[in-house]
Nanobody
Framework: QVQLVESGGGSVQAGGSLRLSCAASGDRYRRSVMAWFRQAPGKELGGVAAISDGGVTSYSEYVKCRFAISQDNAKNTLYLQMNSLKPEDSAMYYC???????????????????WGQGTQVTAAS
C-alpha cells in the first residue's frame, strides 16, 4: 500500500509563494508517477502538475511558469513550489500516486489510485 500525507498549505497574499510537500510511504514502484491536483468549492478536481520517477514533468496551462513540481527520492517526498499565487489558485490541494500513467493522461484524476487527504491553499486578493 501507499500512504500520502500533504503539508505546507496556508494563507498568503496574492503574489506570494508557498511550497507544498507530500510525504510518501509504501512500495516505490506503486508510486512511479506522482501528481498534484486541486479542487476549489463548486469546481471539479483538476490536475496541476505531475512527475515520473524518471523526472518527466507535466503542467496545467494555468500554472505553467509559476509552479514547479519536484521530488526528493531520498526523502520520499514530493514538492510543489508555487510562486506568484493568484486568488484563483485558492483550493484544496491533493497529492496522488500511481504505478503507471500514460504521459498524456498524467493530469487526469481518474488515472490515480492513491490519494492524500489534502492541504488548503488560500491566496487573498
Amino acid at each position: 500500500q501507499v500512504q500520502l500525507v500533504e503539508s505546507g498549505g496556508g494563507s498568503v497574499q496574492a503574489g506570494g509563494s508557498l511550497r507544498l510537500s507530500c510525504a510518501a510511504s509504501g512500495d516505490r514502484y506503486r508510486r512511479s508517477v506522482m501528481a498534484w491536483f486541486r479542487q476549489a468549492p463548486g469546481k471539479e478536481l483538476g490536475g496541476v502538475a505531475a512527475i515520473s520517477d524518471g523526472g518527466v514533468t507535466s503542467y496545467s496551462e494555468y500554472v505553467k511558469c509559476r509552479f514547479a513540481i519536484s521530488q526528493d527520492n531520498a526523502k520520499n517526498t514530493l514538492y510543489l513550489q508555487m510562486n506568484s499565487l493568484k486568488p484563483e489558485d485558492s483550493a484544496m490541494y491533493y497529492c496522488a500516486a500511481d504505478p503507471i500513467v500514460p504521459l498524456d493522461r498524467r493530469l487526469v484524476s481518474s488515472e490515480y489510485i492513491y490519494w492524500g487527504q489534502g492541504t488548503q491553499v488560500t491566496a487573498a486578493s
